[in-house]
Each structure stands twice: as C-alpha cells, then as structure tokens.
C-alpha cells in the first residue's frame, strides 16, 4: 500500500527559484492537506482541500499556492522562495474534515532548504 | 483562538517504565481529540481518537484519557520500549466554523535501555 506518496524527499533552492512539491494518495480519500513542521513549533497547515475542485486557506498561507489536479493528487507550489520557507512539509489526507473520520494519513514529508 | 498546549515539551525515560503525557486545549465547540505518534524523520500516524462521550481507550500499551469538562486529555504509555522513543502529537478537531484540526506542538519522548 503506497498510501500518501510525497516528491521530492529532498530539495535544496536558491532564494527566488521556484518549484512544485507533487503529492498524491490512493486511499480515495476526499480531503488533502499540506502542513510544514519547524523544530518547535509543531504542524501548521498551509493549504487544505476539502475535495476535489476546491481548495483553501490554513493558518500560514502566504508564499504558498496550490492545486488539487483531481482526487489523487495535490501540489503544492513556492513561486519565489525565501529562506523563511526552509522547513519540512507535510502532504496528508483524509476521509472527512468534519465528524469523527477525520484522521490524517501523511506522507513521509519533504525536507525544503532555501539557501 | 484556538489553543492546543501539551506538557511536558520533552520526557526521558528508561525502557520499562511507564510514563503520562498531557494535553491541555480550548477548542470549541469540541468534536475530537486524537494523539498523534512521530516517528524521526516520518509523518505523524495515528495512535487513537476520542470523542466527547469517551473517557477512556487502550491501543495495545497506550491509553488515551479525556475529560472534555476541563478540556484535557492523556497518554498513557505502559511499559515502555525503545520504539516508543518519537513525538507524540495531541489534534483537537471543533465542529461547526472550527473543524480545522489544531495541532499541539508535541512530546519529545526518549527511551533509554
């Protein structure tokens, strides 16, 4: 079972590139979600997408875009990066967003640093 | 706005020994409260979920506790392993406007032998 399936594992940009973080799930699950994780703040979500078609805002959307292509898959883009977005980011999903079925399954995260 | 505090940041322990981790939030209103284990360099993966009507559940060596008066909840690990050795994440989901899921910043749990 490939679960949640994140790429890159590791990247490693300049200030001002670009990229895409790929994400994609094959538990036909309705919500996606990226979070990033920074040594002792915890899990902050960036963008989430209650099922396919939309997407919205989490609590640190700024530098971020992203997109759910389809029902599998969820990307998540840095259009000029800065050192601030050097972090570990986290691609989950999930059944529901509301109610008692909402665990997370996450992906095993992408290690991002902004030189 | 909606908290999740859990206490303490860190926790050595030696392997066999049992240990609780806390859990304190002011999410409202309350639909769910789950732990969370991480292990280094790998996503969060669930450990247990309670509800409002549920006090206690038991996976295996740990067990949760919830007390949704004082909004607080517990993990309980029973004899510990090495394995044990992760972060433990507490998650508390809201219902109506609030059910974006608010994470706890985590337990750094360490087992020595």
Same mark, same amino acid.
């Given at each position: 079972? #490939?679960?949640?399936?994140?790429?890159?594992?590791?990247?490693?940009?300049?200030?001002?590139?670009?990229?895409?973080?790929?994400?994609?799930?094959?538990?036909?699950?309705?919500?996606?979600?990226?979070?990033?994780?920074?040594?002792?703040?915890?899990?902050?979500?960036?963008?989430?997408?209650?099922?396919?078609? +939309?997407?919205?805002?989490?609590?640190?959307?700024?530098?971020?875009?992203?997109?759910?292509?389809?029902?599998?898959?969820?990307?998540?883009?840095?259009?000029?990066?800065?050192?601030?977005? +050097?972090?570990?980011?986290?691609? #989950?999903?999930?059944?529901?967003?509301?109610?008692?079925?909402?665990? #997370?399954?996450?992906?095993?995260?992408?290690?991002?640093?902004?030189? | 706005? @909606?908290?999740?505090?859990?206490?303490?940041?860190?926790?050595?322990?030696?392997?066999?020994? @049992?240990?609780?981790?806390?859990?304190?939030?002011?999410?409202?209103?309350?639909?769910?409260?789950?732990?969370?284990?991480?292990? /280094?360099?790998?996503?969060?993966?669930?450990?247990?979920?309670?509800?409002?009507?549920?006090?206690?559940?038991? @996976?295996?060596?740990? /067990?949760?506790?919830?007390?949704?008066? /004082?909004?607080?909840?517990?993990?309980?690990?029973?004899?510990?392993?090495?394995?044990?050795?992760?972060?433990?994440?507490?998650?508390?989901?809201?219902?109506?406007?609030?059910?974006?899921?608010?994470?706890?910043?985590? /337990?750094?749990?360490?087992?020595?032998?």
């Amino acid at each position: 079972n #490939a679960g949640v399936t994140q790429t890159p594992k590791f990247q490693v940009l300049k200030t001002g590139q670009s990229m895409t973080l790929q994400c994609a799930q094959d538990m036909n699950h309705n919500s996606m979600y990226w979070y990033r994780q920074d040594p002792g703040m915890g899990l902050r979500l960036i963008y989430y997408s209650a099922s396919e078609g +939309t997407t919205d805002k989490g609590e640190v959307p700024n530098g971020y875009n992203v997109s759910r292509l389809n029902k599998r898959e969820f990307s998540l883009r840095l259009e000029s990066a800065a050192p601030s977005q +050097t972090s570990v980011y986290f691609c #989950a999903s999930g059944w529901s967003l509301v109610g008692s079925n909402t665990e #997370a399954f996450f992906g095993q995260g992408t290690r991002l640093t902004v030189v | 706005k @909606n908290q999740v505090e859990q206490s303490p940041q860190s926790l050595i322990i030696l392997e066999g020994k @049992n240990c609780t981790l806390q859990c304190n939030y002011t999410v409202s209103p309350f639909s769910n409260l789950r732990w969370y284990k991480q292990d /280094t360099g790998r996503g969060p993966v669930s450990l247990t979920i309670m509800t409002f009507s549920e006090n206690t559940k038991s @996976n295996g060596r740990y /067990t949760a506790t919830l007390d949704a008066d /004082t909004k607080q909840s517990s993990l309980h690990i029973t004899a510990s392993q090495l394995s044990d050795s992760a972060s433990y994440i507490c998650v508390v989901s809201g219902s109506g406007g609030s059910y974006i899921p608010t994470f706890g910043r985590g /337990t750094s749990l360490i087992v020595h032998p």
